[in-house]
């Protein structure tokens, strides 16, 4: 019995010392940068999006977890000047053709798994929703000092954006609009 209660005092300073190393660090939205690529058969078009908040969880200086919240109204489109078509691309992505950014303002991406993958590298399994549809996504994610940066792509298709799918629409032509979009993340904490 006392060798018992050793071992379950010992199991609790490890589990508590454990706890005590993970450290929460915020994630500073106004130096965070989010570009975006979507292409289609005749071209492609490039923008930016913002970082509404987030965070990043390190166990010692191993990243083991976060999230990030992005805010869908700020996505503008940076290729195109006024008076070009800026307008009415960004419109465009910013309506229920695409992103319905008025009755869905935020994205989030949640940090399911974290496995080391190399010095600084780390394979990132997360939960990304967006219209309230939610789908696994893996990517690669590099921490450097107090930065963050991941390329991912994501299928449009898994969250009912559909506008222009040659996987959904027939006869699209040149008018057809590739399923996957390119996000490149740049995160300060």
């Not at 492609?44 to 999230?67: M, P, R, S």
């Not at 994501?154 to 954006?161: A, G, L, N, P, S």
Request: proline fraction near 1%.
């Amino acid at each position: 019995m006392k060798n018992l209660k050793t071992i379950v005092i010992a199991l609790l300073v490890v589990l508590g010392t454990t706890v005590s190393n993970a450290q929460t660090k915020k994630i500073d939205a106004a130096t965070s940068k989010i570009t975006w690529i979507g292409k289609k058969v005749t071209g492609q078009h490039g923008g930016t999006i913002n970082v509404k908040e987030g965070n990043l969880v390190f166990t010692g200086k191993k990243l083991t977890g976060g999230t990030v919240t992005v805010d869908m109204t700020s996505l503008v489109c940076t290729d195109l000047k006024a008076g070009e078509g800026k307008e009415k691309i960004e419109g465009h992505l910013k309506s229920e053709d695409f992103f319905g950014t008025e009755k869905f303002q935020t994205s989030k991406i949640v940090f399911k798994k974290v496995v080391a993958s190399g010095k600084n590298s780390y394979t990132v399994t997360a939960d990304l929703s967006i219209k309230e549809k939610t789908n696994p996504i893996t990517f690669e994610l590099t921490v450097v000092g107090n930065t963050a940066a991941a390329a991912l792509k994501v299928d449009r298709t898994k969250f009912d954006i559909k506008y222009g799918s040659g996987s959904f629409f027939d006869n699209l032509g040149d008018r057809a609009i590739s399923d996957e979009f390119e996000l490149n993340v740049a995160l300060q904490f």
